[in-house]
DNA sequence: ATGCTGACGTCGC
DNA sequence: CGCGACGCCAGCA
């Protein structure tokens, strides 16, 4: 059989990790995929991201960005804007698509889970 | 199976 | 983090 992490249940992971992510913060593709295990795939992350809008219960997917901390994703939102906005009335600083004080807002799973 | 694409990351320049 | 190249996994023609 397949690994776990590398087939669907892999993607109820991605979720489980992404609703963990608490409000006025972010974390990113790369951090979720190392925690998960996956490490090199991040792009993996990003398309199981693709499938969060149809997901119950609902994935703050506008809480996860790429490494730069840039709403790389904010095209796939209805409409693109909801992202920036749903982060700014979180509290998080975004300027043309991007956070600011990242390495602040930035929530590592790995490390804010693992104390 | 093969080739291309994609919400990414790392390395090199 | 400006740009290019390669690697990574999953989905689709």
Do not use: C
């Not at 119950?56 to 209805?78: C, T």
């Not at 043309?96 to 104390?115: G, K, M, T, Y």
Request: avoid cysteine; charged fraction near 20%; hydrophobic fraction near 45%.
């Amino acid at each position: 059989m397949k690994d776990p992490r590398l087939s669907a249940d892999f993607f109820e992971n991605v979720y489980a990790v992404v609703r963990l992510v608490p409000s006025g913060r972010a974390t990113s593709y790369g951090a979720i995929a190392r925690y998960l295990g996956i490490g090199s795939s991040a792009r993996t992350v990003g398309w199981a991201m693709n499938a969060s809008h149809a997901v119950i219960p609902p994935v703050p997917a506008h809480r996860v960005v790429n490494r730069l901390g840039m709403l790389s994703g904010k095209a796939h939102f209805h409409p693109p804007e909801a992202m920036q906005q749903r982060l700014l009335e979180e509290g998080v600083e975004v300027i043309n698509d991007e956070i600011q004080n990242w390495n602040r807002v930035f929530w590592d799973p790995a490390q804010e889970l693992s104390v």
